[in-house]
């Protein structure tokens, strides 16, 4: 969850977002304030300080839902106060429930969908002129996303290259609230990484539902040609791209770990589970055996690769022996990170109506089992950069000790250091000393110019 947030109190045409979920979302909550700022509109501390609140929502699983309803509650008694508030309700949550938020919440003066976000600025100017309720949940054919001030300059950032997906993986809601699956085209992505590159950003994320059905729908560049052509791109040292499905990372992509340098060494490959048995009931089109190949082949490619991955635990059907399995993958593969949740049955998916489901004390009970399992993984794979000298991207001061500089390594490690003010925003050579549960502990080589070991 992050929030937008400036030292400006100037309340009526103050901007507040919240927003929960991925990075999508947080792409999609930059571009609001971006376009908004052409406006005269400018970010401020709170809600009780702005003009217009926007809640940038999230529905892949049932809490985050929730919050959105908790948070407009109070959204609502604000407006009691001040009549003249604007509120928007964007995201994926509008996106699915419209009617239901415009029904509960009189105080809502605009629900957009995922597909609207580039037109705040028109739907806000109409709900000042006395429009409203506005509802704008259509779903466009082809994924636009026209340029927008980046107010806040950053030395890593985000570049959306698809929409949507295709897949329908039988527990996710996602085609259902972000549409089908369409791709930029690489002219409008080169464009903007240029721009940033420009603002003095080094490193680059590339974001989509499923990156690797990427296709250039003037050029028929498909998703390793896109990485060469931006890794071209002067001025783009690191190169990262999330999320990617497992059944479409090809031979070609694999190679790109071998022959791009500025492609960082990290891949966040989903997992979902261990069992074959739930992964065709899951609809995820690939085995146990075929993962495991495809880790196999990557690690070949490049064998310092950090690997990341999401796990469902209790998905409908799950016995302990699927179980098992999973733990057994995680000991194969000996993941550095893993996102793992419990089964979250969804509206609209496939595996809502399905039988034999898994009950909540149970899964909490196979969730800290594996979470333990995980956290231990991860110190494991810390501990492998101790005593090593990494390439450390400075992005700021650690939140918990602000004479301690932060950032994060190739391997998408978080790296905390001894290190000067003048480093921040520069690529610079950490000494790694210690590791720790969630991140590196190092001291920073200065006046030295040494790549990543």
């Not at 376009?35 to 985050?64: F, H, M, Q, W």
């Not at 071998?258 to 069992?275: E, K, M, W, Y």
């Not at 690939?286 to 495809?294: M, V």
């Not at 391997?411 to 003048?422: D, S, W, Y």
């Amino acid at each position: 969850m992050t929030q937008f947030i400036s030292n400006s109190s100037a309340t009526g045409t103050g901007l507040f977002i919240r927003t929960f979920g991925c990075q999508m979302n947080e792409y999609d909550s930059e571009r609001m304030e971006g376009l908004l700022s052409r406006d005269g509109y400018v970010s401020v501390e709170s809600a009780e300080d702005a003009g217009i609140v926007i809640l940038n929502t999230c529905s892949i699983r049932e809490k985050p839902e929730e919050k959105t309803y908790s948070e407009l509650g109070r959204y609502r008694d604000l407006k009691k106060e001040r009549p003249d508030l604007i509120i928007v309700v964007s995201g994926c949550v509008a996106q699915q429930k419209a009617a239901d938020i415009i029904k509960r919440f009189p105080s809502v003066d605009a629900v957009i969908g995922t597909h609207q976000v580039g037109e705040i600025s028109d739907i806000v100017t109409k709900i000042r002129e006395g429009s409203g309720p506005i509802v704008a949940v259509d779903y466009l054919d082809e994924c636009r996303i026209d340029s927008y001030p980046r107010l806040h300059r950053s030395v890593s950032s985000f570049v959306t290259i698809t929409q949507g997906c295709d897949n329908f993986c039988s527990y996710c809601i996602v085609p259902f609230v972000r549409g089908r699956e369409s791709s930029r085209t690489s002219s409008e992505i080169i464009r903007d990484i240029k721009e940033l590159v420009a603002g003095g950003t080094v490193e680059i994320t590339l974001l989509g539902q499923n990156v690797n059905s990427y296709r250039d729908p003037e050029m028929g560049l498909d998703f390793p040609e896109l990485l060469e052509c931006v890794s071209d791109i002067p001025g783009v040292r690191r190169l990262r791209f999330v999320t990617s499905h497992p059944k479409d990372l090809s031979d070609q992509l694999v190679s790109a770990f071998r022959r791009i340098h500025s492609l960082c060494s990290h891949i966040h490959l989903p997992l979902q589970t261990g069992s074959s048995r739930l992964l065709a009931a899951m609809n995820r089109k690939y085995t146990k055996d075929e993962y495991l190949k495809k880790i196999d082949a990557l690690r070949s490619a490049r064998n310092d690769l950090a690997v990341t991955t999401d796990i469902i635990v209790g998905f409908p059907g799950e016995t302990i022996d699927d179980f098992k399995e999973t733990l057994a993958v995680m000991e194969r593969v000996r993941f550095d990170g893993a996102y793992s949740f419990k089964f979250s049955s969804r509206p609209q998916t496939k595996a809502a109506s399905m039988k034999n489901t898994v009950d909540e004390e149970e899964k909490s009970r196979r969730l800290t089992i594996l979470q333990e399992l995980q956290k231990e993984h991860t110190l494991l794979t810390n501990r492998l950069h101790v005593d090593t000298i990494k390439e450390v991207l400075a992005t700021g001061k650690s939140l918990r000790n602000p004479d301690v500089i932060t950032g994060r390594s190739v391997h998408n490690k978080v790296v905390n250091f001894t290190g000067r003010n003048e480093d921040i925003g520069t690529l610079i050579p950490v000494k790694i000393i210690e590791a720790r549960n969630n991140s590196l502990l190092g001291e920073a080589i200065n006046n030295h110019s040494i790549r990543s070991m």
